[in-house]
């Protein structure tokens, strides 16, 4: 079992940053890939990026390469994700994720993932 609860949402301008965390229980965080996804209102939800286990490896969506960045610290059993340069459009609740099938070709799916946190809002005003 793992819970996660993630922080750092709010309110910011647009170009902005902000940069989300996800505290994982237990002590099984490193063997889980991680994921991050978010849901606009009225939006399905939709994948973010996601790391691999020992961080060495990453993913993105299209329309977050370059702007966001994912990482991993397994010692302190969280994850983040930096998030630059912000827009509008990023406007959303986040959820970070845990999952033992996350691959390559699957980071993105969401039945990859066994646990999800709670979500915090992100708002970008323009």
């Known amino acids: 079992q793992v819970q996660l609860v993630e922080s750092g949402g709010g309110l910011v301008q647009a170009g902005g940053s902000l940069r989300l965390s996800c505290a994982a229980s237990?002590?099984?965080?490193?063997?889980?890939?991680m994921g991050w996804f978010r849901q606009a209102s009225g939006k399905e939800r939709e994948p973010v990026a996601a790391?691999?286990?020992?961080?060495?490896?990453?993913y993105y969506a299209d329309s977050d390469k370059g702007r966001f960045t994912i990482s991993r610290d397994n010692t302190k059993n969280t994850l983040y994700l930096q998030m630059n340069s912000l827009i509008p459009e990023d406007t959303a609740v986040y959820y970070c994720?845990?999952?033992?099938?996350?691959?390559?070709?699957?980071?993105?799916?969401?039945?990859?993932?066994?646990?999800w946190g709670q979500g915090t809002q992100v708002t970008v005003s323009s």
């Open positions: 994720a845990a999952g033992r099938g996350v691959t390559e070709w699957r980071w993105g799916s969401r039945g990859a993932y066994d646990y």
């Open positions: 790391i691999s286990t020992s961080g060495g490896r990453t």
């Open positions: 237990g002590r099984t965080f490193s063997s889980y890939a």
